[in-house]
């Protein structure tokens, strides 16, 4: 059925393929370009921060003034001048909406106009039961039978809504904004903030640290399994402007979480930075599914505009038997430097990374992930599908360690890279370590282009070029698609096949 | 239904000519045979009926229900009520059988102009053509053709062919590779879908095929050219006397 939608949306794209390219018309405080201590002070005053938290920055910002950017990733693109960006970029309207309805309606539109279910209304009032089942959920299910997704809604620095937060309290969960949690458990914050990838940890982590304006916060408190689906929505919207969210989840001991993230941007000339951090944490026998649909503008089919997507994602296992599952759709951005990864601390805890990776035109992605083994019993899966089309470059870059503690350490990695036509290319570099002679690790590797042969054999069933395309890719990408939450899996089949519009012929 | 005529077909990058000059003609409601040695050009036949590309029409002409067949891509061919039975079915992993069953119908529906099937109707549709070929529900959830034994891909594709119910239908060396049980099962699902308006081409390198399908007329082919036409009794000549006749003496 979703191929079929599929095949309906490839159908129906006309020139300009990234629909969600719009600028939406409002009027944005920016702060004056450049990067230096007083932006630092500049961003952290607008959000009345604690002078721990400004002190915090300002080392993060030291610290970045000496580091070098990293050039190991196999992707190019012209010298990012720093100090021709604005660091904070807020919609004027909104000082603070305490509810949906104090939200500036533009904004709404904003969202609705995406896709993204900004209607804790609609479904309080009926419109969608709670309980009442999606013809998505399919057989499989969804994880949470309420069909129920709260959303955080961060449109350039600042989170404008969060919605479903009361009934979320009602179960102890807490999911704000990360400035909200700031002034509201500070405690939290300041004990988890930077304690999985800390300030220094990187070129463009240690740039986040100084000047991240906003993303989200989640708590969920022991024993507590999250009664709904968590999602933040990204959105870059003013130009010249760079958008640095971080990101912070705490599972306490025993409690699930599955949390999803999705970005789009507009359609510019120029190209827009983005670089983010998110945090994990999981305790004792908890579980943190995190799950990321990556549709950023690409840029055009010549390689002008898109957005540079540099991001650092890290999950701790901290805890005995606990578990932390990357899934990411990556479609979007003119480059992608990427590594969701694990450090299986805990015995007995799991890592897992599921991976498509989709690019086209002159896209490059550079992603994968780190599986870092310290526990006992500790065991990680990888299974990375990149596609590459157009004139693309696709690359997965992955480290699996074991400590020489990590007895026993597991690892299974399959990367598999499907080729769509003879100008793009793919690259699988992976890196294996392993200090203790207990370990089994596992790694196997494909590379395979779409046949003429399957091509020919979809066609003479009756499907066009781009619909035998579609339903090749989306076969191959299957194994991942399955491990998304339900209600994306339709959504991101589609966006498969928009993604690849123009990729034969 | 079906005009052939003159057909010259060479492949796009040699300049030997594989077809020279074939003519046919099938009507509504026959099944016609196409026998020949190993390189005459049966397969290239079935290929350039479906419109694969690589080939190369250098004269001659085929028209289907009126129509330049040749001018048509592989899916608007398809949507016309052609189609090709494989004789190597191409694997398509993780996309079920069931899936690729319903795309396909519905985008030759749609190119038709009529509209997508409901999914309880698919359903049905599918279940009884598939118990008649003996597709079990399993087959199919499994990927097309993926882990398929040689009988389960021939199935499945008399299975495809019974659920888009085309009006000319090119069976290429559809028995080879099956035992004797499952040459049965597959030209039974074939017998099932003849009909006064629906055309059959039945290639294949033996006649034991043809005991199960029984054709209306058996042609010859040989070194790219129709060299003999008779009744069903041709193939049994050929049984016995195999193609020595028919080829062409190396110089």
Not at chain 2, 131 to 144: E, F, G, I, K, T
Request: hydrophobic content about 35%.
């Amino acid at each position: 059925m979703a191929d079929l939608e599929t095949i309906e949306l490839v159908k129906d794209i006309d020139v300009d393929k990234y629909k969600y390219g719009f600028e939406t018309d409002i009027e944005s405080e920016l702060a004056p370009k450049g990067l230096s201590e007083d932006i630092v002070r500049y961003i952290s005053a607008k959000k009345n921060e604690p002078q721990w938290m400004l002190d915090w920055r300002l080392e993060a910002f030291r610290v970045w003034q000496n580091m070098e950017e990293p050039t190991w990733a196999k992707v190019s693109y012209p010298k990012i001048d720093f100090q021709d960006l604005h660091y904070y970029a807020a919609p004027k309207s909104t000082p603070a909406p305490k509810s949906l309805d104090e939200v500036d309606p533009k904004l709404l539109e904003t969202y609705a106009k995406l896709g993204i279910p900004l209607k804790e209304q609609e479904i309080l009032a009926g419109v969608r039961k709670q309980g009442e089942k999606s013809e998505l959920d399919g057989e499989s299910g969804g994880e949470y039978a309420s069909g129920k997704v709260a959303v955080d809604a961060v449109f350039d620095s600042v989170s404008v809504v969060t919605t479903f937060k009361d009934e979320l309290k009602k179960h102890g969960v807490i999911f704000c904004s990360i400035s909200e949690a700031l002034r509201e458990h500070p405690e939290l914050v300041k004990q988890h903030l930077g304690s999985v990838v800390p300030q220094g940890d990187n070129f463009y982590a240690a740039l986040n640290a100084a000047v991240f304006s906003d993303g989200s916060f989640v708590y969920v408190p022991p024993g507590v399994r999250c009664p709904m689906e968590l999602s933040t929505y990204f959105r870059m919207n003013a130009k010249n402007t760079g958008q640095f969210e971080r990101t912070l989840i705490i599972a306490d001991k025993g409690s699930y979480v599955s949390y999803l993230e999705g970005c789009t941007a507009p359609t510019r000339d120029e190209s827009q930075l983005h670089a983010a951090v998110v945090e994990l944490i999981a305790l004792e026998d908890a579980e943190i599914k995190y799950s990321t649909v990556q549709n950023w503008y690409p840029g055009d089919a010549e390689g002008k505009g898109g957005i540079y997507n540099f991001v650092t994602k890290r999950g701790d296992c901290r805890g005995a038997h606990s578990k932390i599952s990357w899934t990411q759709v990556e479609t979007g951005s003119a480059i992608t430097w990427k590594y969701p990864s694990c450090i299986l601390r805990g015995d007995h805890s799991r890592g897992e990374f599921y991976s498509i990776a989709i690019s086209n035109g002159r896209q490059q992605v550079d992603s994968g992930t780190k599986m870092i083994h310290l526990g006992k019993n500790t065991s990680s899966r990888i299974i990375s599908k990149g596609i590459a089309a157009g004139r693309s470059d696709n690359t997965y870059r992955g480290l699996v360690s074991a400590h020489r503690k990590a007895l026993n350490a597991r690892n299974f990695t399959q990367c598999d890279s499907l080729l769509i036509g003879d100008k793009c290319g793919a690259h699988t570099v992976p890196y294996i370590e392993s200090k203790t002679s207990t370990a089994q690790f596992e790694h196997e590797a494909t590379t395979s282009k779409i046949s003429d042969d399957q091509m020919f054999y979809c066609m003479s069933r009756g499907l066009s070029e781009e619909e035998a395309v579609a339903l090749i890719v989306n076969g191959f990408v299957r194994d991942v698609l399955q491990q998304l939450p339900m209600e994306f899996m339709a959504e991101t089949q589609k966006l498969i096949g928009i993604s690849l519009e123009g990729s034969v012929g | 239904m079906l005009e052939i005529n003159n057909l010259h077909v060479k492949l796009e990058d040699e300049s030997r000519e594989i077809l020279k000059g074939l003519t046919l003609s099938v009507k509504p409601g026959e099944v016609h045979a196409i026998m020949g040695p190993n390189g005459s050009g049966k397969s290239t036949l079935s290929y350039v009926l479906s419109g694969r590309e690589g080939y190369e029409v250098t004269e001659g002409s085929v028209t289907f229900k009126g129509e330049d067949l040749l001018a048509l891509e592989p899916d608007q061919r398809a949507a016309k009520g052609v189609f090709l039975a494989f004789q190597y079915p191409i694997e398509i992993p993780g996309v079920a059988t069931m899936q690729f069953l319903k795309v396909a119908l519905n985008a030759q529906r749609k190119a038709r102009g009529q509209k997508e099937m409901s999914a309880p109707d698919f359903m049905r549709h599918v279940k009884d053509r598939a118990a008649r070929l003996n597709v079990s529900q399993d087959m199919l959830r499994r990927p097309v053709n993926v882990g398929f034994s040689g009988g389960e891909k021939k199935r499945a594709e008399i299975l495809q062919m019974a659920v888009l119910e085309p009006s000319l239908c090119v069976l290429d060396e559809t028995d080879s590779g099956l035992d004797i049980d499952a040459l049965r099962v597959v030209a039974e699902g074939v017998n099932a879908l003849r009909s006064p308006d629906r055309a059959m081409i039945v290639i294949t390198h033996y006649q034991r095929l043809l005991d199960y399908i029984v054709p209306d007329k058996v042609h010859v082919l040989s070194d790219g050219k129709i060299v003999r036409t008779g009744g069903k009794e041709l193939a049994l000549e050929l049984e016995e006397k195999g193609y020595a006749d028919y080829v062409v003496k190396a110089a």
